[in-house]
């Protein structure tokens, strides 16, 4: 697989900025971590290994790749470390950017930002750590947002793995401790003058006990030796 440099994917960045044209009202967020061994799913890591772990995000990454290509929002893949040439996201679907910030609040703000000032009217945001993730949650978001602010998926580990709005609302990515069951309670407690819908609340997969229910997942970390 052919890799950019940070330097040559930031330039590349900005050309694409400068000119692309939306061909939706909508554009989708999908935020993944470079899948690499040993620096994804490292809480899952402990306890069956990197290279389970690795196999199973990969599991994972294809997984919202096919759910999220079906979306008729224009799609945008931000990747952590670099932006990877030739892989699962097709270009031809999605177009590839790089996450900026020291946290994860300010890289989702940072995100948000840039395509609303490419003329977006809705945007949303989605993980990619999600097997029950499905191509009608997304919808479901575009078509909340024509009647309320905000659309929120919670996680049942008291994150967010869906999260959509009409307008900039920056006080929703500030002081969170990211990565914490506190997420979602006070994201809410920080929603003020907007009105917003919750999604149904959905399994996000960090840690061994998230995968016990899933059988197409115990091939990478069962074996028969």
């Given at each position: 697989?052919?890799?950019?440099?940070?330097?040559?994917?930031?330039?590349?960045?900005?050309?694409?900025?400068?000119?692309?044209?939306?061909?939706?009202?909508?554009?989708?967020?999908?935020?993944?971590?470079?899948?690499?061994?040993?620096?994804?799913?490292?809480?899952?890591?402990?306890?069956?290994?990197?290279?389970?772990?690795?196999?199973?995000?990969?599991?994972?990454?294809?997984?919202?790749?096919?759910?999220?290509?079906?979306?008729?929002?224009?799609?945008?893949?931000?990747?952590?470390?670099?932006?990877?040439?030739?892989?699962?996201?097709?270009?031809?679907?999605?177009?590839?950017?790089?996450?900026?910030?020291?946290?994860?609040?300010?890289?989702?703000?940072?995100?948000?930002?840039?395509?609303?000032?490419?003329?977006?009217?809705?945007?949303?945001?989605?993980?990619?750590?999600?097997?029950?993730?499905?191509?009608?949650h997304i919808d479901n978001a575009f078509k909340l947002l024509q009647e309320h602010d905000l659309v929120i998926g919670p996680a049942k580990d008291g994150g967010y793995?869906?999260?959509?709005?009409?307008?900039?609302?920056?006080?929703?990515?500030?002081?969170?401790?990211?990565?914490?069951?506190?997420?979602?309670?006070?994201?809410?407690?920080?929603?003020?003058?907007?009105?917003?819908?919750?999604?149904?609340?959905?399994?996000?997969?960090?840690?061994?006990?998230?995968i016990q229910s899933y059988q197409q997942l115990k091939k990478f970390y069962i074996t028969n030796d």
């Amino acid at each position: 697989m052919g890799l950019f440099t940070t330097k040559d994917s930031e330039s590349i960045n900005n050309l694409a900025t400068n000119f692309y044209v939306p061909t939706s009202k909508n554009a989708l967020i999908i935020f993944t971590r470079n899948p690499e061994l040993g620096k994804c799913k490292t809480r899952l890591a402990k306890t069956i290994g990197n290279q389970a772990a690795l196999g199973i995000y990969m599991h994972l990454l294809s997984h919202t790749a096919q759910i999220s290509k079906k979306s008729t929002a224009d799609k945008f893949v931000f990747y952590s470390e670099n932006i990877i040439e030739n892989d699962l996201w097709n270009s031809e679907v999605f177009r590839k950017k790089m996450q900026q910030g020291s946290d994860l609040g300010e890289r989702m703000e940072h995100a948000f930002t840039e395509l609303f000032a490419l003329g977006y009217e809705k945007v949303v945001i989605i993980g990619s750590d999600l097997l029950d993730l499905k191509t009608t949650h997304i919808d479901n978001a575009f078509k909340l947002l024509q009647e309320h602010d905000l659309v929120i998926g919670p996680a049942k580990d008291g994150g967010y793995y869906l999260f959509g709005m009409k307008k900039l609302q920056p006080n929703i990515f500030k002081n969170k401790a990211w990565g914490t069951s506190t997420v979602l309670k006070d994201t809410l407690n920080d929603i003020q003058n907007c009105t917003f819908v919750l999604l149904e609340a959905l399994n996000d997969i960090d840690t061994f006990e998230d995968i016990q229910s899933y059988q197409q997942l115990k091939k990478f970390y069962i074996t028969n030796d």
